[in-house]
């Protein structure tokens, strides 16, 4: 499962955008990965540790701003149609996991 971050927030005095770049820090430091401007995800093994990524997220929230979460299954995110321009590109493969028995 994927879940998505997305994000509006405010950056007009040296505050907000410190408190900008320490919510964008970590979301890249809990393995989130930019997809477009404000728009991260990161790959989840299941619903449980999608639940504890966004507590972490939700632990971090600036004070002012927009903040979205949004799970996905890995088979929609498959579906997901990417362009750069008019040419179609490959969709993000999901992370490989190491299987331990």
């Not at 955008?17 to 990161?42: H, I, N, P, T």
């Not at 701003?65 to 321009?85: A, P």
């Amino acid at each position: 499962m994927w879940l998505f971050a997305m994000f509006d927030l405010p950056v007009g005095t040296k505050a907000e955008r410190k408190r900008y770049a320490k919510f964008r820090k970590m979301l890249v430091e809990d393995g989130f990965s930019m997809l477009q401007f404000s728009v991260y995800a990161r790959y989840c093994v299941d619903e449980e540790s999608a639940l504890a990524h966004r507590r972490q997220v939700r632990s971090a929230i600036p004070p002012e701003g927009y903040v979205r979460l949004l799970s996905i299954t890995d088979r929609q995110f498959g579906k997901m149609e990417n362009f750069v321009g008019k040419k179609p590109v490959p969709a993000q493969k999901a992370p490989q996991q190491l299987s331990l028995f």
